[in-house]
């Protein structure tokens, strides 16, 4: 470590911007550091009079001082440990800094939020968050008694950085503005100082954080080419890569953590930067608008971001934006935390080049490149980008720096000027979302107990919870307009602070039809989440007022616990009604001869379902053990069941995953690990060795990649081969799957032993997009893809499916003929009539089989087949459309995986084997 007694010299800086307050007060300056600035950036309009400057250490370390160089250094990335150990000598070394330990990450990492503001605050912090626990909840709070409460509070900007691991600037720019917060006395910096506490979240994935590091710097540091960039790392985090901004159930580790934070804390305003479009975008709110939501957040998204467009574009610095980028229709990204708890979700895009080297950008679309998904020519001047972005530029992390610590300051600068205003909003989106309660149906939100499968009941109110919304349960039957309710039923009503946030979840998702408007509608991700639908959970919206005033016990713990007959039956039934658990109890007793019941039976007065297990007595302790903590209900039988009965299998399976796209391959290893699921995972070069057959009994593809050519060929080998391998100077890469060159993909070799393998007895199983390719690449010949015209436009709608075979295995635990799963994918599958038998789910099709969120064209999937399952040679192919295992969201689908899985040598059952009849086409049904 350098020494604090760093050069101290006379101020060497630009003359301040007119109306900026950009006295340093006297403040010895670091020269060292302006030079740097001045160098790095790579056109003086890129920097800005708030930034190109830094006061010399003196009692507290500048960021060179511990990390050993300036912030925007090219070629210089650090790793987590660096940065907490930066913001710990920060804290240790000054009274304006406190460290939040929030927990840990999958890896083991430490997660914390660092606050900073003036030593008063930072003194007064306990008292802080008293208050802010009292705005977020003013039941019971007057008016008067609110503002006293205001003029006592400091609001709590809390910025996040790096939640996406190869957006890299923003973790690296957090330091340099927690040191210039700590230390520079201008007037700007001293009044946010003052009237603002500020929490960084230094990176928001700290795994990815330092696999992406370990990437950039063995595969990515001498990248300058732009038109054919290195990929980036194939795994950030554990699991779910991008997708950790569309967590919206907060399964990972560090969001959960921050959750937990926000609802201790409450920051009324939450930022999280990302890279992307240049030069710096600011989320003003696009249409279309989530209006579930208060209007108060809409009007203060474009006054912050006008406010900085104003600021930034006076101080000289081009392509500065806002409007016409992101919607604000999802509510499942990170820091939308904050909106979905009356807060204000706030986030910038800047330019960021996947690393700390500079090269030359393209910035204009490039013909025959492919579209941005906006449709947008982000250098082109429009009524929201007065100055916009040049065609090509010479970019630097220095650059991207400087956009985004302006900015950030620029936005804190006016939350110091209106911390009343922020809070006096904030407290009003509360109250507002407890008063609608009682003006706007639904009142409330009953989930009926005694549904047959309560474990996922549970799974959808424990989610509630775990975002501080309240819930309680009847104490008595419930009567209300819309039909009787057990005692026990869950209650959710709205006039309750997060009242809107239950809504958003649960509520039907109408979209908006997309218009010709500039710039397009677009929806940036899913159009529809409801979580009953996704659960298949019952969930019923009550527009009767009686329901607020139902006698309610507070929920604190929903699961319900299982039961099991008395020891001494014959064998046990587990009653199926759909649970995932019976997942968890299959592995559980692995080793236990379990069977199923082909088809429902009675025994004992109970109506026992097809799919249940039949469990010996002799497990009886065993199965006691795991039925009850898992919520599911064993009963006697004296005797065998009286219907056929086949093995629950147990079958050696492999997840096949690309090393282009391993997301969504993550989100079914994320359920299987919390199944207790065991796997393996398996990549290009374990195909290639073949001999699959004799290894696995099912190989599964997820969903991944963009079609089936993407799926075969992967990364293009272009360039130099690219290792993911562990060694001494990369210790952070090889982790979950291992290869010397990730380029190439399986290939035709790696497809010919996929053909193999079910040539021999194997089953393939395709999921959402993969399922194209057994079609196209001729494993099945019997199948082919079609695509949809360009007027069709589905973004992760709702749907029904059609069960078509109700006796097959894929089916047991599902008791409807049809049910709501989640669209996945743009090919639509079609087989020829002689295997209509073998299309076992199909898509009915029509708009009125949309259930939430947008489905423009839906006649165009009418009868698509769903799920098929194809014999060929000794094995099967079994092709979802659907996708099963969607994201941590669409539970009611999960169990046909596992069913698939379970009964994977039974999967005929149920088929006709009579040849198939022609039907008639059905006619369109008009989508207004
Ligand atoms: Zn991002």
Known sequence: MRSLAVVVSALTMAAPAPGVAQSNAGQAMDATFAAHVKEWTTKPEFASPLVDHLPAATTVPTPRDVIGHDIGAPNKLDYYEDLLKYYRVLADKSPRVKIIETGKTEEGRPTVVVLISSEANIGTLDVNRRNMAKLADPRGLSDTQAHEIITQTKPMYMVLGGLHSAETGPPEMLMELAYRLVSEDSALVSKIRDNVI??????????????????????????????????????????????DNRDINYTGYSARNLLNFYLQWHPPIMHDLHESVPFLYSFSGQAPQNTNLDPILFSELPWFSNFEMAQLTKYGMPGVWDHAFVDAWSPGYVAFMSSNHNGLVRFYETFGNGGATTELRHVEPIKGAEENYHLGDDTKREWYRPLPPYKTVEWSM?????????????????????????????????????????????????????????????????????????????????????????AGSFIIKRNQP??????????????????????????????GWTMGLMAHVKVVGSADLAALEIPVQPVDHAGPTGMIDASGAANYAVLDF??????????????????????????????????????PGSAYARLKQAVEPLGLTAVGLSDKPSVPTHK???????????????????????????????????????????????????????????????????????????????????????????????RGGMGLDGLEELRKF????GTLITLGEASSLPAEFGLTADINVDHPSKAFYAPGPIVNAK?????????????????????????????PLIYKNDVLMEFPGGPKNVLSGLMAGANEVK?????????????????FATNPIYRWQNFGEYRMLYNAMFNYKDLRLGIDTNPPKPEPVPEDESED
């Open 498 to 527: 997060y009242g809107r946030l239950a809504k958003i979840l649960l509520d039907k998702q109408v979209y908006p039809k997309p218009a010709k408007s500039t710039p397009p509608l677009k929806a940036y991700d899913d159009t």
């Open 198 to 243: 500020v929490g960084i979240n230094p990176a928001s994935d700290p795994d990815g954080r330092d696999r992406y590091t370990d990437w950039y710097y063995c595969n990515k540091i001498d990248d300058t080419n732009d038109l054919d960039p290195v990929p980036g790392a194939p795994y950030w985090g554990k699991y779910i890569f991008h997708d």
């Open 863 to 879: 009868n698509r087949p769903a799920v098929v399952d194809i014999p060929v040679g000794a094995g099967q192919i079994l092709l």
């Open 803 to 831: 069960v078509l075979v109700p006796a097959s295995p894929i089916f047991y635990g599902y008791s409807d003929e049809t049910m709501p799963v989640r669209w996945a994918s743009s090919s639509l599958l079609s087989v």
């Open 648 to 742: 629950a299998a147990l079958p050696k399976v492999a997840l096949y995953s690309t090393w282009g796209a391993t997301q969504n391959v993550g989100w079914v290893r994320y359920a299987f690990d919390q199944y207790e699921t065991p796997y393996a995972l398996i990549f290009k070069d374990d195909l290639k060795k073949g001999g699959l057959r004799g290894r696995y009994d099912i190989i599964i593809i997820p969903s991944q990649g963009n079609g089936a050519k993407s799926i075969v060929y992967d990364i293009p080998m272009h360039g130099k081969p690219l290792p993911y391998i562990k060694t001494a100077r990369f210790k952070y890469l090889g982790d979950y799957g291992a290869s010397p060159d990730i």
């Open 758 to 761: 079910v040539a021999e007895g």
């Open 578 to 615: 759909g649970s995932i658990n019976f997942a968890r109890l299959r592995y559980r007793l692995k080793d236990v001869a379990i069977l199923v019941a082909e088809k429902g039976f009675t025994a004992g007065g109970y109506t026992i379902p097809a799919g249940s297990f039949v469990v």
């Open 398 to 486: 220095r650059d991207n720096t400087n956009y985004m610590e302006t900015a950030l300051l620029t936005g804190l600068q006016m939350t110091s000027m209106f911390p009343q205003v922020v809070l006096e909003n904030f407290y009003k989106k509360s109250r507002n979302s407890i008063d609608a309660g009682h003006t706007e149906a639904p009142y409330a939100y009953v989930i009926p107990a005694q549904q047959p499968d309560m474990t996922r009941v549970a799974r959808v109110v424990e989610l509630l919870r775990l975002q501080g919304i309240e819930i309680g349960r009847a104490t008595e039957p419930v009567t209300l307009k819309e039909g009787g309710f057990p």
